[in-house]
């Protein structure tokens, strides 16, 4: 990983292909072991209470943020852009996270 810079460029084409597909499948795993090892721990911890109240609070939360960011932003974007981003586009940013 250290040297990728340099031995990345010395590879050939298919190598490169195979080194890639590698490195995502790696990726793959450790992000599926991770998520699977935090919802296990999730159902295991002892005096773990859900608190409806805190769910729907942080819901909330998220969906302020998001809206706080993607609108402004594009506002801002449309400024300087071309091709505009139309208000359908914010709207589904905005719903896609």
């Avoid at 729907?56 to 969906?63: D, R, W």
């Avoid at 809206?67 to 905005?94: C, D, E, T, V």
């Amino acid at each position: 990983m250290c040297q990728a810079h340099y031995t990345y460029n010395n590879l050939s084409s298919d190598s490169r292909k195979r080194t890639k597909r590698l490195f995502e499948l790696l990726n793959f795993l450790a992000e599926n072991f991770i998520f699977s090892y935090i919802g296990v721990s999730m159902f295991t911890f002892p005096k773990h209470h859900f608190n409806i109240g805190f769910i729907c609070a942080g819901f909330i939360c998220a969906l302020i943020g998001r809206a706080a960011n993607i609108y402004p932003l594009s506002l801002l974007l449309n400024i300087g852009r071309k091709p505009k981003i139309p208000l359908n586009f914010q709207h589904m940013l905005f719903f896609a996270g």
